[in-house]
T-cell receptor, first 113, second 115 residues
């Protein structure tokens, strides 16, 4: 079945540091890939997405490129801020509208001033 | 656009009582809703998938009679936790799919505490 594996957390960085959160996936078809962010006590917000190989999703300074050859979708940001502290989830969905999302374990990011 | 409103955000109930959680799609029609449960510091666990006008499909290990899901209209899905016990205390989140590849929108979650 489908699965998503994220790098283990928690991750602690200083403000303006470079961020990478690794994500790899296993899927039978050609999934769409997503990064979601969850702030404490809240639901999930879509951060970015990519629907086909070599697509790059980007939003709020975050980027991730859909790499079919390495089955990866690593999240990067060049300069993190304290406000980026949250839990980040990598996810995939296959098939048509209404297909379920498969989530990674989540990575807690803490950015210190 | 594509907002899902989830209520209540927090609820405390006594053991043995039932609690209903509502999710409404405010500006679109949600043919499919997903219900998740999240334990502290863990990922989301899919409980069930509901399609408007039909019975929900539950994941293995989820008790259908305990977690009642109703999706009677294209804008409303409800999760009722029946005869709640302390072990049902958790964070419950709903989500709606919008269209293929476009993404999913999530409610803000409900923190359920059973005392």
């Amino acid at each position: 079945g489908d699965s998503v594996t994220q790098m283990e957390g928690p991750v602690t960085l200083s403000e303006e540091a470079f961020l990478t959160i690794n994500c790899t996936y296993t899927a039978t078809g050609y999934p769409s890939l997503f990064w979601y962010v969850q702030y404490p006590g809240e639901g999930l917000q879509l951060l970015l997405k990519a629907t086909k190989a070599d697509d790059k999703g980007s939003n709020k300074g975050f980027e991730a490129t859909y790499r079919k050859e390495t089955t990866s979708f690593h999240l990067e940001k060049g300069s993190v801020q304290v406000s980026d502290s949250a839990v980040y989830f990598c996810a995939l969905s296959e098939g048509t509208s209404g297909s379920r999302l498969t989530f990674g374990e989540g990575t807690q990011l803490t950015v210190n001033p | 656009g594509a907002v899902v409103s989830q209520h209540p955000s927090r609820v405390i109930c006594k053991s043995g009582t039932s609690v209903k959680i509502e999710c409404r799609s405010l500006d679109f029609q949600a043919t499919t809703m997903f219900w998740y449960r999240q334990f502290p510091k863990q990922s989301l666990m899919l409980m069930a998938t509901s399609n408007e006008g039909s019975k929900a499909t539950y994941e293995q290990g989820v008790e259908k009679d305990k977690f009642l899901i109703n999706h009677a209209s294209l804008t409303l899905s409800t999760l009722t936790v029946t005869s709640a016990h302390p072990e049902d205390s958790s964070f419950y989140i709903c989500s709606a799919s919008i269209m293929r590849g476009f993404g999913y929108t999530f409610g803000s979650g409900t923190r359920l505490t059973v005392v």
